[in-house]
């Protein structure tokens, strides 16, 4: 009986250990470095997204993450997915394909950064048939798109310079109508 108190101990120092570890490993980013990406798109063929990779230079060897909301529309086609970094060609790996559901749900991929992903310019979203289990194109619905470090997935937000510029639209409206009123 004795020996059990000793395996006792020994799990819980083992499972200690082991919780100590991922909370050590854990990379947490937040903020969005993908502009431009709240807006719902719904189309059969693939999306990029403008992105500057440079941004994520001084992070190679580290952790980045693209997640979105994504659904399928069509429920007599194809409901498969990926996501990816893009420069001159597709940057491997994708995500892998997804099996999308007919509701929005969040997905995501970790990636390391390398030389290769920090001299990406787009973000890509594929859905056509080159994609394993695919037939033809699958008529998806992508929204909230984010890049961001870590590896951890965070929330959506918008790009700081995404409210910067809502924030200035506004501002400009208001100074417009403010001199057209006192015309």
């Known amino acids: ?7 006792e ?3 819980k120092a ?19 470095l ?5 807006e719902e ?16 230079r001084p992070y ?3 952790s980045v993450i693209i997640s979105l909301d994504a659904k399928w529309n069509q429920v007599d086609n194809n409901k498969n997915m990926d996501f990816y970094f893009r420069g001159s060609g597709i940057i491997s790996p994708t995500s892998g394909s997804i099996e999308l559901t007919s509701e929005y749900k969040r997905y995501y991929h970790v990636w390391e950064i390398t030389e290769e992903i920090a001299n990406s310019i787009h973000v890509y979203v594929r859905n056509n048939g080159s994609i394993s289990g695919n037939d033809g194109n699958a008529n998806i619905a992508v929204r909230r ?7 951890k997935p965070t929330d ?11 924030i200035s639209t506004v501002d400009t409206k208001y100074s417009n109508k403010v001199a057209e009123i006192n015309t």
């Open 9 to 11: 101990s020994a799990a």
């Open 145 to 151: 798109i984010k890049v961001e470090l870590g590896n």
């Open 41 to 56: 798109v719904s189309n059969s063929n693939t999306k990029p997204y403008d992105f500057d990779g440079s941004v994520l």
């Open 14 to 32: 083992y499972a200690e250990l082991k919780a100590q570890e991922e909370v050590e490993n854990l990379e947490i980013g937040g903020r969005n």
């Open 60 to 62: 190679i060897g580290k």
């Open 1 to 7: 009986l004795d020996d059990l108190g000793d395996v």
């Open 156 to 166: 959506w937000t918008p790009a700081p310079e995404d409210v910067d510029e809502a």
């Open 34 to 38: 993908l502009r431009n990406a709240e």
